[in-house]
């Protein structure tokens, strides 16, 4: 990948929900396809060597907290 795909890959992940966010009421019958969706986009960026949990700090620094560590 590109250094332009892979800034794309993480911008789009910061708006995927968190995986604590999807149940049932929220996402009707389609909830388990979105969490697949969302393993399938954390399992590449840990391919990439990506934390994917750091990955929102990196994208939008202002809007994040601090890490803990």
């Known amino acids: 990948m590109t250094e332009d795909q892979i800034q794309a890959l993480k911008i789009a992940f910061t708006f995927m929900p968190q995986t604590i966010e999807v149940n049932k009421y929220e996402?009707?019958?389609g909830y388990k396809?979105?969490?697949e969706q969302i393993d399938f986009v954390r399992g590449t960026l840990l391919e990439l060597d990506?934390?994917?949990?750091e990955v929102a700090g990196e994208i939008n620094p202002?809007?994040?907290?601090?890490?803990?560590y």
Do not use: F, K, Q
Request: aromatic share 6%; charged share 30%; hydrophobic share 30%.
């Open 50 to 53: 990506i934390d994917p949990d």
């Open 27 to 29: 996402y009707g019958e």
């Open 33 to 35: 396809r979105v969490l």
């Open 62 to 68: 202002d809007a994040s907290p601090n890490s803990m």
